[in-house]
Protein backbone atom coordinates (compact mmCIF):
# COMPACT_ATOMS: atom_id res chain seq x y z
CA UNK A 1 0.00 0.00 0.00
CA UNK A 2 1.21 3.58 -0.84
CA UNK A 3 2.00 6.11 1.61
CA UNK A 4 -1.34 8.09 1.72
CA UNK A 5 -0.79 11.75 0.57
CA UNK A 6 -1.34 15.14 3.00
CA UNK A 7 -4.07 16.33 0.83
CA UNK A 8 -6.12 12.98 1.10
CA UNK A 9 -6.44 12.59 4.55
CA UNK A 10 -7.58 8.98 5.56
CA UNK A 11 -12.04 9.34 5.22
CA UNK A 12 -13.11 8.30 9.33
CA UNK A 13 -14.27 5.42 10.47
CA UNK A 14 -17.77 4.27 10.68
CA UNK A 15 -19.66 2.74 13.55
CA UNK A 16 -21.89 -0.38 12.82
CA UNK A 17 -24.93 2.15 13.99
CA UNK A 18 -23.79 4.61 11.11
CA UNK A 19 -23.73 1.19 8.81
CA UNK A 20 -27.10 0.28 9.79
CA UNK A 21 -28.29 3.67 8.97
CA UNK A 22 -26.89 3.61 6.01
CA UNK A 23 -28.22 -0.13 4.81
CA UNK A 24 -31.32 1.37 5.79
CA UNK A 25 -30.94 4.50 3.55
CA UNK A 26 -30.22 2.03 0.80
CA UNK A 27 -33.10 -0.51 1.15
CA UNK A 28 -35.52 2.55 1.49
CA UNK A 29 -34.36 3.74 -2.22
CA UNK A 30 -34.67 0.99 -3.56
CA UNK A 31 -38.06 -0.10 -2.63
CA UNK A 32 -38.95 4.10 -2.93
CA UNK A 33 -37.23 5.53 -5.25
CA UNK A 34 -39.21 8.60 -5.65
CA UNK A 35 -40.28 9.57 -2.21
CA UNK A 36 -38.70 11.92 -0.27
CA UNK A 37 -37.45 11.33 3.25
CA UNK A 38 -38.44 12.92 6.12
CA UNK A 39 -34.98 12.88 7.94
CA UNK A 40 -36.04 13.40 11.34
CA UNK A 41 -38.30 10.70 11.02
CA UNK A 42 -36.25 8.66 9.17
CA UNK A 43 -33.71 8.69 11.96
CA UNK A 44 -35.97 8.12 14.42
CA UNK A 45 -37.22 4.88 13.47
CA UNK A 46 -33.81 3.93 12.69
CA UNK A 47 -32.58 4.80 16.41
CA UNK A 48 -36.03 3.00 17.63
CA UNK A 49 -35.32 -0.30 15.32
CA UNK A 50 -31.62 -0.65 16.26
CA UNK A 51 -32.89 -0.51 20.06
CA UNK A 52 -35.21 -3.68 19.49
CA UNK A 53 -32.63 -5.83 17.20
CA UNK A 54 -30.65 -8.24 18.99
CA UNK A 55 -26.92 -9.00 19.06
CA UNK A 56 -26.97 -11.53 16.95
CA UNK A 57 -29.00 -8.88 13.78
CA UNK A 58 -26.00 -6.57 14.92
CA UNK A 59 -23.47 -8.87 14.51
CA UNK A 60 -23.01 -7.97 10.79
CA UNK A 61 -22.81 -4.23 11.09
CA UNK A 62 -20.38 -5.10 14.05
CA UNK A 63 -17.73 -6.51 11.67
CA UNK A 64 -18.51 -3.65 9.18
CA UNK A 65 -17.36 -0.95 11.55
CA UNK A 66 -14.65 -3.48 12.22
CA UNK A 67 -13.31 -3.95 9.70
CA UNK A 68 -13.46 0.06 8.36
CA UNK A 69 -11.29 0.31 11.78
CA UNK A 70 -8.55 -1.69 10.23
CA UNK A 71 -9.10 0.33 7.01
CA UNK A 72 -8.64 3.50 8.88
CA UNK A 73 -5.71 2.45 11.41
CA UNK A 74 -4.05 1.34 8.70
CA UNK A 75 -4.09 4.11 6.36
CA UNK A 76 -3.88 6.39 9.18
CA UNK A 77 -0.35 4.56 10.16
CA UNK A 78 0.95 5.42 6.68
CA UNK A 79 -0.71 9.24 6.22
CA UNK A 80 1.63 11.92 6.28
CA UNK A 81 0.37 15.43 6.57
CA UNK A 82 2.08 17.80 4.11
CA UNK A 83 4.08 20.42 4.18
CA UNK A 84 1.39 23.16 3.61
CA UNK A 85 -1.06 21.51 6.22
CA UNK A 86 1.84 21.45 9.63
CA UNK A 87 2.62 25.51 8.47
CA UNK A 88 -1.25 25.99 8.69
CA UNK A 89 -1.79 24.52 11.75
CA UNK A 90 1.69 26.58 13.32
CA UNK A 91 0.65 29.92 12.01
CA UNK A 92 -2.62 29.68 13.94
CA UNK A 93 -2.70 33.23 15.99
CA UNK A 94 -4.41 33.73 19.02
CA UNK A 95 -7.82 35.39 18.74
CA UNK A 96 -8.71 38.49 19.90
CA UNK A 97 -11.52 38.68 21.92
CA UNK A 98 -12.85 41.76 21.00
CA UNK A 99 -13.24 41.00 17.65
CA UNK A 100 -16.87 40.59 16.06
CA UNK A 101 -17.60 36.94 15.57
CA UNK A 102 -17.51 35.69 12.02
CA UNK A 103 -20.98 34.88 9.96
CA UNK A 104 -22.41 31.82 9.98
CA UNK A 105 -22.86 29.87 6.65
CA UNK A 106 -26.27 28.57 5.69
CA UNK A 107 -25.23 25.55 6.71
CA UNK A 108 -24.12 26.23 9.79
CA UNK A 109 -27.43 27.50 10.68
CA UNK A 110 -28.50 24.40 9.64
CA UNK A 111 -26.78 22.32 12.37
CA UNK A 112 -27.25 24.76 14.98
CA UNK A 113 -30.93 23.75 14.16
CA UNK A 114 -30.68 20.01 13.09
CA UNK A 115 -27.80 19.03 15.59
CA UNK A 116 -29.57 18.48 18.76
CA UNK A 117 -32.28 16.22 16.57
CA UNK A 118 -29.48 14.01 15.66
CA UNK A 119 -28.09 13.75 18.75
CA UNK A 120 -31.10 12.36 19.87
CA UNK A 121 -31.95 10.21 17.04
CA UNK A 122 -28.67 8.89 17.07
CA UNK A 123 -27.09 8.05 20.56
CA UNK A 124 -23.54 6.87 20.80
CA UNK A 125 -22.17 8.17 17.67
CA UNK A 126 -18.82 9.76 17.03
CA UNK A 127 -18.96 13.56 16.07
CA UNK A 128 -17.99 12.79 12.94
CA UNK A 129 -21.38 10.94 12.17
CA UNK A 130 -23.21 13.40 13.51
CA UNK A 131 -21.54 15.86 10.71
CA UNK A 132 -21.82 13.29 8.14
CA UNK A 133 -26.09 12.97 9.28
CA UNK A 134 -25.86 16.32 9.25
CA UNK A 135 -24.34 17.02 5.65
CA UNK A 136 -26.53 13.72 4.52
CA UNK A 137 -29.79 15.67 5.70
CA UNK A 138 -28.62 18.95 4.13
CA UNK A 139 -28.23 17.75 1.12
CA UNK A 140 -32.21 15.96 0.74
CA UNK A 141 -33.50 19.38 1.76
CA UNK A 142 -35.85 21.56 -0.30
CA UNK A 143 -34.67 24.09 -1.55
CA UNK A 144 -37.67 26.40 0.03
CA UNK A 145 -35.88 25.40 3.80
CA UNK A 146 -32.76 26.02 2.36
CA UNK A 147 -33.83 29.56 1.40
CA UNK A 148 -34.75 29.96 4.80
CA UNK A 149 -31.32 29.11 5.93
CA UNK A 150 -29.32 31.32 2.90
CA UNK A 151 -31.22 34.56 4.47
CA UNK A 152 -30.04 33.54 8.16
CA UNK A 153 -26.65 33.46 6.35
CA UNK A 154 -27.06 36.70 4.42
CA UNK A 155 -28.58 38.79 7.35
CA UNK A 156 -25.42 37.18 9.49
CA UNK A 157 -23.00 37.98 7.28
CA UNK A 158 -24.57 41.88 6.35
CA UNK A 159 -24.14 41.89 10.92
CA UNK A 160 -20.36 40.56 10.30
CA UNK A 161 -19.38 43.16 8.08
CA UNK A 162 -20.50 46.50 10.00
CA UNK A 163 -19.27 44.83 12.78
CA UNK A 164 -15.90 44.45 10.96
CA UNK A 165 -15.68 47.55 9.59
CA UNK A 166 -16.44 49.26 12.90
CA UNK A 167 -13.44 47.07 14.33
CA UNK A 168 -11.16 47.79 12.03
CA UNK A 169 -11.73 51.76 12.37
CA UNK A 170 -11.27 51.25 15.72
CA UNK A 171 -8.52 49.62 15.86
CA UNK A 172 -6.73 51.86 12.70
CA UNK A 173 -7.56 54.39 15.08
CA UNK A 174 -5.85 53.57 18.60
CA UNK A 175 -2.56 52.10 16.81
CA UNK A 176 -2.44 55.54 15.26
CA UNK A 177 -2.95 57.43 18.83
CA UNK A 178 -0.04 58.28 20.90
CA UNK A 179 0.28 57.07 23.89
CA UNK A 180 -0.60 60.63 26.16
CA UNK A 181 1.03 59.96 29.25
CA UNK A 182 4.35 58.94 27.61
CA UNK A 183 4.57 62.43 25.48
CA UNK A 184 3.19 64.14 28.99
CA UNK A 185 6.68 62.56 30.80
CA UNK A 186 8.70 63.82 27.48
CA UNK A 187 7.38 67.49 27.17
CA UNK A 188 7.63 67.89 30.71
CA UNK A 189 11.75 66.51 30.56
CA UNK A 190 12.28 68.41 27.72
CA UNK A 191 10.95 71.67 29.53
CA UNK A 192 13.00 71.31 32.75
CA UNK A 193 15.74 71.17 30.50
CA UNK A 194 14.82 74.42 28.25
CA UNK A 195 14.80 75.69 31.60
CA UNK A 196 18.02 74.64 33.19
CA UNK A 197 19.65 75.91 29.76
CA UNK A 198 18.04 79.56 30.39
CA UNK A 199 19.49 79.54 33.80
CA UNK A 200 23.06 78.71 32.54
CA UNK A 201 22.92 81.82 30.32
CA UNK A 202 22.06 83.85 33.31
Same mark, same amino acid.
Given at each position: ????? &???????????????VQTCREEHKKKHP???????????????? !???MSEKEKQRFHQMA? +?????????? #????????? +? #?????????????????????? !??????????????????? &?????????? !?????????? +???????????????? #???? +????????????????????????????? %?? %??? %?
Amino acid at each position: MGKVS &GDSKPKGRMSAYAYFVQTCREEHKKKHPSENVVFAEFSRKCADR !WKTMSEKEKQRFHQMAE +KDKKRYDSEM #ANYKPSKNE +K #ASRKRKRAKDPNAPKRALSAFF !WFCNDERPKVKETMPDTTV &GEVAKELGRR !WNDISDEVKA +KYEALAAKDKARYEKE #ANAY +KSKKTKESAKPKPKEESEEEEEEEEEEED %DD %DDD %D
